[in-house]
């Protein structure tokens, strides 16, 4: 599974698509939606058909995809009830993979189907305990069913502690790859952990001590999303963070790393001052506000100064900046 984490260093690997047409998309969904079989496999198929597509950008339009087809499952409290009669009646017919071949038949997840079948089982214990077994497999007191789980968890891409590690890793380590830009970019930031300590709640990836101008926006935050900004994705992400972002400190940046739908950059929702974009703005479209030390030759001191022996400190803006700030 950590093989799926995508090189940050650069490599010689030719450059993939990530801004995909309103059409490639839909050829994308309709591919996974027809599929029949684990997660895991459609991923591999899906790498193997679009080449030219960003491969980091396709698991996450399927791991989309397949949360929206899933998430409706657990108001249907009748289907645990099925599912567990039928481990029931199976068990002893296969020697494994018996949870693996019902998630097929499902169209369910494996470590999905593990968790409602869990929870019919054990419906006295309380849900943190099913997250528990789910986590610890070998805590099952039926060893065939610990088996199995162990089983669907390893065969799992989409659900399970294995999965969230993987994305929780590839999450930091695109925070790290945008702190790293920012600072030989010359940016000056806080970030999250400022930004706490300072006493904030809701914070994104890094706030500028001082704002800068890319393509002619005021830009005070940059928020990273080691993500794939679908339109219905980023309208939550819009409700959920970026909209107290823009009350609080401003217009900004949101970067999608593994590249966006067309249409998300033009949504109307982004007229708070949200900039949509798939990297680090390029050096050329960005523009400083400097600070530096006036002429002491050029300035006069006062008796003041003079005796304090220090020089003020101006904000200096460029003839070009001054243009594009009006």
Not at 19 to 29: A, D, F, K, P, R
Not at 107 to 127: D, F, G, I, S
Not at 200 to 229: C, H, Q, R
Request: some cysteine.
């Amino acid at each position: 599974m950590m093989s799926q984490i995508p090189d940050l260093a650069g490599g010689n690997g030719q450059q993939k698509r990530k801004i995909l047409s309103g059409g490639e998309y839909n050829h994308i969904t309709r591919f996974i939606s027809g599929f029949h079989g684990l997660a895991i496999d459609c991923e591999f198929e899906l790498r193997n058909r679009f080449r030219d597509v960003e491969p980091m950008a396709l698991t996450c339009i399927l791991q989309s995809e397949i949360f929206n087809r899933v998430r409706g499952h657990w108001k249907q409290d009748q289907r645990g009830k099925r599912l567990l009669k039928a481990y029931e009646e199976q068990k002893n017919l296969y020697d494994n993979a018996l949870l693996i071949r019902m998630a097929c038949a499902e169209a369910l997840n494996p470590v999905t189907l593990c968790r409602m079948l869990l929870q019919e089982k054990y419906k006295t214990r309380h849900r943190s305990h099913i997250s528990q077994l789910l986590r610890y497999p070998h805590l099952i007191d039926d060893p065939k069913l610990a088996a199995n789980v162990q089983q669907c968890i390893v065969s799992d891409n989409q659900d399970g502690s294995i999965t969230d590690l993987r994305r929780r890793i590839v999450g930091e380590e695109y925070e790290l790859k945008l702190k790293n830009l920012a600072k030989e970019a010359g940016i000056h930031f806080y970030d999250e952990q400022d930004l706490r300590r300072m006493g904030y709640d809701k914070t994104p990836d890094i706030k500028m001590i001082l704002p800068f101008l890319y393509k002619g926006s005021v830009i005070n935050w940059i928020e990273s999303k080691a993500n794939f900004g679908d339109t219905k994705g980023h309208k939550s992400n819009i409700q959920q963070q970026l909209q107290s972002y823009c009350n609080r400190f401003g217009p900004g940046i949101i970067i999608y790393w593994f590249g966006y739908h067309e249409e998300t950059p033009a949504l109307p929702d982004n007229n708070i001052g949200i900039t949509v974009l798939a990297d680090f703005p390029a050096k050329e479209d960005l523009v400083f506000m400097q600070l530096a030390q006036e002429d002491p030759a050029e300035t006069p001191t006062t008796k003041e100064d003079s005796s304090s022996g220090s020089q003020p400190i101006v904000a200096e803006c460029p003839t070009k900046e001054l243009k594009k700030l009006s």
